[in-house]
């Protein structure tokens, strides 16, 4: 099977539209966040079944939830594996500045959110790395380390000196 569209997303779907996929068996193809910006891949769901993902070029990454094949009794869906991340909280803005200036020189892919988020405060989120988690001891920066399923894959950004 050739998935070439994403059909929508469970997270995204008000309440009653929900109800049209009651009852369907919910096949994952789980994916780690790298994964999920690739537009052509194989993968192989949590039943052995293989697909292949074909998105037209433009199609926005995949995410956690995305529907890629409904039929009478079943349906496919992206399930992403937790991410290893620092969940960095800094007390104060010249603290968030600084922080964000020192890792932002190493090229570092980041998220940022707020306190209105699930993290309940305002965060920068990072994947995790020994020389980061290095820093935010050696400055006294507080942070967590946690496994989360991130809104977003990390990606390296475009850049030039």
């Known amino acids: ?16 539209d929900l109800a049209a996929y009651t009852g369907l068996h919910r096949e994952k193809v ?7 910006v690739k537009r052509i891949q194989r ?21 956690d939830g995305d529907i890629l094949h409904v039929a009478d009794t079943n349906m496919i869906v992206v399930s992403v594996l937790p991410t290893d991340v620092l969940v960095i909280a800094p007390r104060t803005i010249h603290e968030m500045g600084v922080t964000a200036h ?18 309940g405060a305002d965060v920068m989120v990072c994947a ?12 006294s920066v507080p942070y967590a380390r946690q496994e989360r399923v991130m809104p977003v894959p990390f990606r390296h950004a475009e850049h030039s000196h």
Not at 30 to 36: F, G, H, M, T
Not at 102 to 119: I, P, T
């Open 1 to 16: 099977m050739i998935i070439e569209k994403v059909l929508g997303n469970f997270h995204d779907l008000p309440e009653t």
């Open 30 to 36: 789980v994916l780690p966040s790298a994964q999920l």
């Open 43 to 63: 993968a192989t769901t949590d039943h052995g079944n293989e697909i292949g993902i074909r998105l037209p070029a433009g199609s926005g990454d995949l995410r």
């Open 102 to 119: 020192s890792l932002g020189n190493r090229h570092l892919q980041a998220q940022f959110f707020d306190a209105a988020s699930e993290y």
């Open 128 to 139: 995790y790395d020994h020389t980061v988690e290095h820093y935010l001891i050696h400055n």
